[in-house]
């Protein structure tokens, strides 16, 4: 049996006026995704156990079986293993944003991307800024565009600390980090502030009006966590495919294969097509590829109503339907399409809401298909809600008659 899950991550969304009504997923044209929910499996996931917050590492973590609160310890632990940095006991890993704040509006947050800066560029800026401001105690990793690792040695992981992307607009000073240790991090960012005005890769950026980066924000910081392999638990091969360290940093700990697709970039440039050649290629070794899509949630993120509809459909004919077309190749299968959380068009940022999920198999036994297209609207008319979400990726593996017999109502 050969299991795929492709996840459009913050594809799910609420109903919008200027779409009649609809969700941009609902407006979208996505025959693919259509077909997988009409001969296949509809339903809603819920991957966000109640009192965390919606992000994208708790619900990829729950997509891929694993329970949050039994397991998550912060983002910054999770794209640390994506970047081979190995975590003492003692070390705090935050996820480390480059972003732009628009001082002469009294530092608000710009834009979380610092105008979605190169890797190249950024790396130059954070291995400049890990010479100028790092130490025996801090030191900064470069990531990919304006996503990097900042490690805190002997710190503190009971801070308050705020998403970036989730105060776009809004003055920074009331989310900046709050509690014990939280002094050092103000420090640095400010030190970082005064390095990065002078710096050359932002005096060539503003000279050819692209935005800056003008400060570092530190955010979900944790010690390293303890997870099971699923490929030992489930007794499979398995990979990973997407374009950013938290994806390949959970794939780490779960003992997934990290596959790498030249231009993927985690926005809406991405190389779509070779996500789907590169998961059809992966399915002749392994057993199990999780193929992630950022672009539909960068959309959300920048409020972009008519770029999350094109990264959708973007999605869904590049990647989704090049997957599907060539399942059949393989003999016997499980096919998931699903959203990890809401990026509603109308907040900016995540919400808890359950998402939509299909799932097909070769197996006509194993398929409910009742006709329906993939939406919220239809997934919620389905009766099917899988709560606590974590054990949709368990029914996947081993279960699945479990779902068709509705008797996870």
Not at 51 to 76: E, F, K, Q, W
Not at 106 to 122: K, L
Not at 155 to 181: A, F, M, N
Not at 226 to 253: C, F, N, P, Q, W
Request: charged fraction near 20%; hydrophobic fraction near 35%; charge should be negative.
């Amino acid at each position: 049996m050969k299991y795929v899950i492709i996840l459009g991550d913050g594809m799910a969304d609420y109903p919008i006026d200027e779409l009649g009504g609809m969700t941009p997923l609902e407006y979208a044209r996505t025959p693919n995704m259509d077909e997988i929910a009409a001969r296949g499996t509809l339903g809603l996931v819920d991957t966000i156990p109640e009192g965390m917050a919606p992000a994208s590492d708790v619900a990829n973590m729950s997509i891929l079986g694993y329970d949050p609160r039994t397991c998550y310890s912060g983002r910054g632990p999770l794209e640390a293993a994506s970047m081979g940095v190995e975590l003492a006991p003692q070390d705090v890993a935050f996820r480390c944003n480059l972003v732009t704040l628009e001082e002469n509006h009294g530092n608000r947050m710009a834009d979380y991307t610092a105008g979605q800066i190169s890797s190249q560029e950024a790396s130059e800026i954070m291995n400049d800024l890990n010479t100028s401001l790092g130490d025996s105690e801090v030191k900064f990793y470069p990531g990919v565009s304006f996503r990097h690792l900042l490690v805190w040695t002997k710190g503190r992981d009971d801070l308050t600390t705020t998403p970036p992307h989730d105060i776009t607009g809004k003055l920074v000073r009331e989310y900046l980090p709050q509690g014990e240790g939280a002094e050092m991090l103000n420090a640095l960012m400010r030190r970082s502030q005064d390095f990065l005005l002078s710096h050359p890769i932002n005096k060539a950026r503003l000279s050819q009006g692209m935005r800056p980066a003008t400060t570092i924000w530190p955010w979900g910081q944790g010690r390293k966590p303890t997870m099971k392999r699923i490929t030992d638990e489930y007794h499979l091969t398995g990979g990973m495919i997407s374009a950013v360290d938290l994806l390949h940093g959970i794939a780490r700990y779960a003992g997934l294969d990290s596959l790498h697709v030249q231009g993927a970039t985690g926005y809406t440039d991405t190389n779509y097509s070779g996500k789907g050649k590169k998961t059809i290629e992966a399915l002749k070794e392994r057993d199990l590829v999780f193929v992630h899509v950022e672009a539909p949630d960068a959309m959300g993120h920048e409020g972009n109503l008519a770029g999350k509809i094109r990264a959708i459909e973007d999605f869904d004919n590049l990647v989704v339907g090049q997957i599907l077309q060539a399942m059949p190749s393989f003999g016997d299968y499980r096919l998931m399409v699903t959203s990890d959380h809401p990026t509603p068009i109308s907040l900016m940022t995540h919400s808890s809401d359950p998402s939509p999920f299909a799932v097909l198999s070769n197996l006509p036994r194993e398929n409910q298909g009742r006709s329906y297209n993939f939406g919220e609207t239809a997934a919620k008319t389905s009766g099917i809600l899988i709560t606590p979400g974590f054990k949709l990726f368990q029914f996947f593996i081993n279960s699945w008659n479990k779902v068709i017999d509705s008797r996870m109502k």
